[in-house]
């Protein structure tokens, strides 16, 4: 199969420290199989996931490391069995660019939870789990990919392409536990942490007539959570606030990236309310009180980003209702600084990288 040098940024190594950054590299991108599209990339979000993944916090990384799976691009070539998509057409790509199809998960349009040997195929960083092989994905940090059709999605017209990136990610992965869980006109939602995943919890969840609320540690976050339209904001380390609001919450949608205590936030929902976590993917600091979740019936869950056709009515929803992330467009060359940037939590509320500047970038 013939193969097609690409620009890209990624690194070789862990990023220990600012000084070991991700650098320009060149990438090989096979031409498009029969059911096969490839698309020029327009522009990539920064996720969180983007940073830990490179450092290999979660002990995974197969190096060379290529990062990006919020991907907004145009098609440029099919396949010769593609049907859903034609050149020209403004597309998405997000988490996932594979899975075993076969499983259970995958026949009942669940892709994300793939019971296949290794999982379904992330959109960088090939196997979510490696099994010791050598294969290995690049993502959006660079100026083309190749997907299968059955993984891209479509992006709606009224979405503004500079903005809608994050959606792919940051927006599926808060609206699958709000869909999952049945967020209604009447429900009292709290969304913990405003940052990329929180900022889109609000805005999704405040669409879906819920009365939301915005849980922060900084004082500084009221105004634009408020902005980004929550009823009100509870201070978590205020812990009078806290204790007046204990079996308050129909629902609690946590994004908090980095290990916390779980029990204050426990301890907010009414009977049979659920709280899901969706931005830690390691322990919580400390262990849960299951005296709080049994004496309420509560539920403490996760959830894993979303499924194609979520991703898919995610966007739709998005344009729908007006919904888009709340952005800072940068080049590709102040990457490593946005890295920086987003470890200070300096960013309202996502990176988005315009591609063109790398594809201008010279040797």
């Known amino acids: 199969m013939e193969q097609v040098k690409t620009k890209a940024y990624g690194t070789d190594g862990a990023l220990l420290n ?19 599209v490839l698309i020029d990339i327009l522009y990539c979000g920064v996720c969180h996931s983007d940073l830990h993944q490179v450092r290999n916090d979660w002990g995974n990384t197969i190096y060379p490391c290529v990062p990006g799976h919020e991907i907004v691009g145009k098609v440029v070539e099919t396949g010769t069995t593609v049907t859903k998509f034609k050149v020209g057409d403004v597309v ?23 019971q296949g040997p290794v999982s379904w195929t992330a959109t960088y960083n090939g196997y ?10 690049f993502g959006g940090y660079s100026t083309s990919i190749v997907v299968k059709e059955s993984f891209v999605l479509r992006i709606p017209e009224s979405l503004d392409i500079k903005a809608a990136a994050p959606i792919l990610c940051a927006g599926v992965t808060t609206y699958s536990p709000l869909r999952h869980w049945n967020i209604q006109a009447g429900s009292t939602v709290g969304v913990v942490g405003i940052g990329g995943l929180g900022h889109m919890g609000v805005k999704i969840a405040r669409a879906m007539g819920a009365t ?5 540690t900084k004082k500084e976050k009221r105004d634009a959570a408020l902005a980004l339209g929550a009823h009100q904001v509870i201070v978590s380390t205020d812990a009078k606030a806290m ?29 049979d309310g659920a709280i899901v976590t969706v931005g830690l993917l390691a322990p919580y600091k400390g262990p849960l009180n299951n005296m709080e979740v049994a004496f309420q019936r509560r539920t403490v869950s996760g959830s894993l980003i979303g499924s194609i056709q979520e991703t898919q009515e ?21 990457v490593n600084d946005a890295y920086d940037r987003l470890e200070k939590e300096d960013v309202r509320f996502r990176f988005v990288i315009d591609m063109e500047s790398l594809k201008n970038e010279t040797e």
């Open 18 to 36: 600012r000084f070991n950054t991700l650098s320009r590299m060149d990438i090989e991108r096979n031409t498009p199989k029969a059911d096969e």
């Open 92 to 114: 998405g790509v997000g988490c996932m660019v594979d899975s075993c199809g076969s499983c259970p998960s995958c026949r009942e349009g669940e892709e994300n939870y793939c």
């Open 128 to 137: 979510m789990k490696p099994d010791g092989s050598k294969y290995n994905t």
């Open 212 to 216: 939301v609320t915005a849980i922060t």
């Open 243 to 271: 204790k007046q609001h204990e079996r308050t919450f129909d629902f609690i949608l946590s994004t908090v990236p980095d290990e916390y205590d779980i029990n204050p936030y426990v301890s907010l929902l009414k009977r």
């Open 314 to 334: 995610v966007l739709d929803f998005c344009a729908e209702h007006g919904i888009q992330p709340d952005v800072e467009l940068i080049a590709m060359q102040n």
